[in-house]
């Protein structure tokens, strides 16, 4: 039987735009005294009624112009941003890669990162400990491993970076557009990766602007543009009503 | 499980728990970048109230002729002072500057002030090295019995201090110059709290109803009595204590949570 592991209904997300906003007490004193200096709030909807499915193991694409709000989505998803409506369920831990090597802290050794990284994600010693072996063989980094990262190549970085998120094991990996980074070698390596977790029954939620890659790889693929769902369903047909909406 | 959990207290308190190694790490890597580099390490933990301790003897004694002020009575108030000044200083940070995680990550944000107060409470704790022998130096080889109830008036001075970081970290999420405010503050609040003057200096002069406007004060007159005057803290200032630490802990965290998941936007 497949189980949505991520499930969304009646999602709505609005933004509000600041024009002069108020970002001190000061402009906040000055607003009382005069108006036209006063915080004036545009607000918008970011996203508009999306519905969204993911099953076990399924790999989902999100494709759509920039600004159509497929970044907010995910980060709905990863529970950094709260909608004004609509529910998100998600079953299981999330691992979102909105950006490699997030909190990376320079001065600290690739080791100290990779604790401080894991443990971000909501994993405990012991259990950063078993999977510590694997994330630094994959990463090639063996021999680099006690160095401050600052002294690491951006290479060493990426992957280092990739490798910690790969060796979750989440149930659900959330992915933004993060394999335009590195070179060929590097980008074949990710998706092996992806494939393997995929296969072991991660489920895998994919923004990206690589259209052939989207239509290869995922077994779903959703359109968005101005901030609405223009489309689920075959990747095929999904790539091809974007690539006509491009082409208009 | 949804995600991010429900709202009631014991789910949350449940999920807070889940990281805790992300708040030793957070710790952990304060301390190895403040001293990674530095000779002395974290001997510098120590070197610190120590040379204030030393500071404040040397003037008091031999400089400033002020009979009414003795040393220790000044070295018992100074010490959760620095405590408190570095926290709240710094708690107005926590958020913005990791504002990168935030923004990027889910993960119980009151982690990151919290770790900001236990930073610094470690660093008390290091202080508590140099601290005790001093006191034993001004008493002539002995510790008073008093001192006992030094940890009641820590748990609840440090309770204080995490309401008013969380409350601080969340407010300069929204204002940026809440963080300036706080330093100025800071510094015009020293001098209204009992730290270089006692409780009979005060009384002398008929103004302790001056400092019941000034929470951190009974803290204050608590410490230097145990510490000081061998007595243990006035009843009214337990109270004044217990009360203010509840009461400070409970807006620090309603206000967190009430503006938490704007965070990530407001950044």
Redesign the interface.
């Known amino acids: 039987m497949s189980q949505n592991v991520i499930e969304i209904s009646g999602l709505w997300k609005s933004?509000?735009v600041r024009h002069n906003r108020?970002?001190?007490?000061?402009q906040?004193f000055i607003g009382w005294l005069d108006w036209r200096r006063r915080e004036r709030r545009q607000s918008f909807w970011a996203l508009t009624d999306v519905g969204l499915q993911v099953e076990r193991g399924q790999m989902v694409g999100i494709i759509g112009p920039n600004g159509s709000g497929k970044s907010t989505l995910l980060?709905c998803v990863?529970?950094?941003?709260?909608p004004e409506r609509g529910e998100?369920?998600?079953?299981?831990r999330?691992a979102?890669m909105?950006?490699i090597g997030?909190?990376f802290?320079p001065?600290?050794t690739g080791e100290?990162n990779l604790?401080?990284n894991a443990?971000?994600?909501?994993?405990?010693?012991p259990q950063?400990e078993a999977i510590r072996p694997a994330i630094i063989e994959y990463a090639e980094l063996e021999e680099f491993i006690d160095v401050p990262i600052k002294n690491y190549s951006t290479g060493m970085y990426t992957r280092l970076g990739f490798s910690i998120a790969v060796h979750l094991q989440p149930e659900v990996l959330l992915v933004d557009e993060i394999l335009a980074v590195g070179d060929e070698a590097f980008q074949q390596k990710c998706l092996q990766r992806m494939m393997q977790l995929k296969s072991s029954g991660t489920s895998i939620l994919l923004v990206s602007h690589d259209l052939a890659k989207v239509e290869k790889l995922c077994d779903k693929v959703y359109l968005i543009a101005h901030s609405r769902l223009e489309f689920a369903g075959d990747p095929v047909k999904a790539v091809a009503i974007y690539r006509e909406k491009l082409a208009s | 499980?949804?995600?991010?959990p429900g709202s009631s207290l014991t789910q949350e308190w449940r999920y807070l728990l889940?990281?805790?190694?992300?708040l030793?790490?957070?710790i952990?890597?304060d301390l190895?970048?403040k001293y990674?580099g530095s000779y002395l390490g974290f001997f510098w933990s120590l070197l610190n109230p120590l040379s204030l301790i030393v500071v404040y003897s040397l003037v008091l004694k031999f400089i400033m002729d002020v009979r009414q002020i003795e040393p220790l009575m000044v070295i018992a108030g100074i010490i959760p002072w620095v405590f408190f000044a570095n926290t709240v200083t710094n708690s107005t940070e926590s958020i913005i500057s990791?504002a990168?995680?935030?923004?990027?990550?889910?993960?119980p944000r009151e982690i990151l002030p919290l770790s900001t107060v236990l930073f610094h409470f470690i660093q008390f704790l290091l202080a508590f090295v140099v601290f005790l022998p001093a006191v034993m130096f001004f008493k002539g080889g002995r510790l008073p019995w008093t001192l006992l109830y030094y940890p009641l008036i820590l748990l609840l001075h440090w309770s204080f201090t995490a309401g008013a970081a969380l409350f601080l970290s969340a407010a300069t999420t929204y204002?940026?110059?809440?963080r300036y405010?706080t330093e100025v503050a800071i510094m015009m609040v020293f001098w209204g709290t009992p730290i270089l003057y006692t409780y009979p200096m005060v009384a002398s002069k008929g103004l302790t109803w001056l400092f019941w406007f000034n929470p951190l004060s009974p803290f204050f007159f608590s410490y230097q009595n145990v510490v000081h005057f061998e007595q243990p803290p006035r009843p009214e200032h337990l109270i004044a204590m217990l009360l203010w630490s509840i009461l400070m802990l409970v807006l620090g965290l309603a206000v967190f949570r009430k503006t938490r998941?704007?965070f990530?936007?407001e950044l």
């Open positions: 933004f509000v108020t970002e001190s007490l000061k906040l980060r990863a529970g950094i941003l709260k998100v369920i998600v079953r299981g999330v979102p909105i950006e997030v909190g802290h001065e600290l100290e604790y401080l443990a971000l994600y909501g994993l405990d010693r950063i | 499980m949804t995600y991010p889940r990281y805790r190694e992300l030793r790490s957070l952990a890597k190895k970048v990674r990791n990168n995680l935030v923004k990027k990550i889910f993960f204002y940026k110059d809440i405010l998941d704007g990530a936007e």
